[in-house]
């Protein structure tokens, strides 16, 4: 088993920068996958974005030039660095690892990023 815990979320205002951090632990398998989903109210959970453990990132288009995706290995850590916040960013936010094949797939408590107008 693999767990994973969020931080960073909370209320920021239009134009405003946040930075989500999820550590993992447990039962951390080489080659994982690990990334960021969101969850709005009513709307179906999105990806937002992963990265490879070599470091290869993928982005869902309404976050593209805004947002960050990074890990540190050592410390089996990812980073999602947002800004330029936007009210539609706001969502509770997921972390996730995965095997490449999705045959192994965890999933963090989430954390809630508010972005007012």
């Known amino acids: 088993q693999v767990q994973l815990v969020e931080s960073g979320g909370g209320l920021v205002q239009a134009g405003g920068s946040l930075r989500l951090s999820c550590a993992a632990s447990g039962s951390i398998f080489s080659g994982n996958i690990m990334g960021w989903y969101r969850q709005a109210p009513g709307k179906q959970r999105e990806l937002v974005a992963d990265?490879?453990?070599?470091?290869?990132?993928n982005y869902v288009d309404s976050v593209k030039g805004r947002f960050t995706i990074s890990r540190d290995n050592a410390k089996n850590t990812v980073y999602l660095q947002m800004n330029s916040l936007k009210p539609e960013d706001t969502a509770v936010y997921y972390c996730?690892?995965?095997?490449?094949?999705?045959?192994?797939?965890?999933w963090g408590q989430g954390t809630q990023v508010t972005v007012s107008s």
């Open positions: 990265i490879t453990s070599g470091g290869n990132t």
């Open positions: 996730n690892m995965r095997t490449r094949t999705y045959l192994s797939v965890f």
